[in-house]
């Protein structure tokens, strides 16, 4: 990065850390994501080689020196990395972006989902100071619903014909989750330790819009 911060963010709970993903993890990163369950409701994977995930990696440093998208890689303290979650379509005007997240099979209904939301939220919220976080969901994708659900955020509608996979356009539910959601649901009373700096370029498309 241009700036003299290192390109560095860390959010630890008590299970979960996620942080600014390496080159080094290609090759967890493959492994996770060359299975179809995991990506069958992208746009992308399965993989079928490492070097697609490395391709993926080296995209990320320019996504947050322009403040475009911030992924992270989630680690459980015992499985290691699991998988990613970033933050995208950011309205920087209005306080807002939307999150989204996969994880390996192995870490599926181990709690790593809920808790790494719990970090996305407190990036979003307390060190971004962003009012609302949205997500999408495929109404067909049963697990991603209710993982949505549980943790609080509020079904708010179907996006007709949203999102282009496979040939066909898909319907998403959209969801989302104000400060005052966050702040006295489940995800809010994860405690959070934090390390290294948000990237400076999304810190300055807030400055450049406070009012
Ligand atoms: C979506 C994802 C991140 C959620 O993580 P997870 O660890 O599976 O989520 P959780 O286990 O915390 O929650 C899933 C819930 O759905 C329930 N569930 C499982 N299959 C279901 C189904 N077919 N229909 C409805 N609910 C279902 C589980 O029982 C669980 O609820 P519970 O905790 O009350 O028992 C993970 O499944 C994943 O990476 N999936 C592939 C990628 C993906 O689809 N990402 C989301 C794109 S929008």
């Given at each position: 990065?241009?700036?003299?911060?290192?390109?560095?963010?860390?959010?630890?709970?008590?299970?979960?850390?996620?942080?600014?993903?390496?080159?080094?993890?290609?090759?967890?990163?493959?492994?996770?994501?060359?299975?179809?369950?995991?990506?069958?409701?992208?746009?992308?994977?399965?993989?079928?080689?490492?070097?697609?995930?490395?391709?993926?990696?080296?995209?990320?440093?320019?996504?947050?020196?322009?403040?475009?998208?911030?992924?992270?890689?989630?680690?459980?303290r015992d499985l290691g990395p699991v998988g990613i979650t970033g933050l995208s379509e950011f309205a920087f005007r209005d306080r807002r972006a939307m999150v989204g997240s996969w994880l390996g099979r192995g870490a599926w209904g181990s709690g790593a989902n809920t808790e790494s939301k719990a970090l996305m939220a407190y990036l979003s919220f307390e060190l971004l100071g962003l009012h609302r976080l949205g997500a999408y969901a495929n109404p067909r994708n049963g697990r991603s619903v209710r993982a949505l659900e549980k943790v609080g955020f509020v079904r708010e509608g179907l996006l007709r014909g949203w999102h282009r996979h496979a040939g066909e356009q898909l319907d998403v539910y959209v969801y989302g989750m104000l400060r005052p959601d966050w702040e006295h649901g489940p995800l809010g009373a994860v405690p959070v330790e934090v390390e290294g700096a948000v990237p400076p370029a999304f810190l300055r498309r807030l400055q450049a819009t406070a009012a």
């Open positions: 990065m241009a700036d003299d911060v290192p390109d560095h963010l860390l959010l630890r709970g008590p299970s979960m850390t996620v942080r600014t993903p390496v080159p080094g993890d290609a090759t967890a990163l493959y492994r996770l994501a060359s299975d179809p369950l995991v990506t069958q409701w992208f746009s992308w994977g399965p993989y079928q080689e490492t070097a697609e995930a490395r391709a993926y990696l080296d995209r990320l440093p320019e996504q947050r020196a322009l403040a475009t998208q911030l992924d992270l890689i989630q680690v459980h």
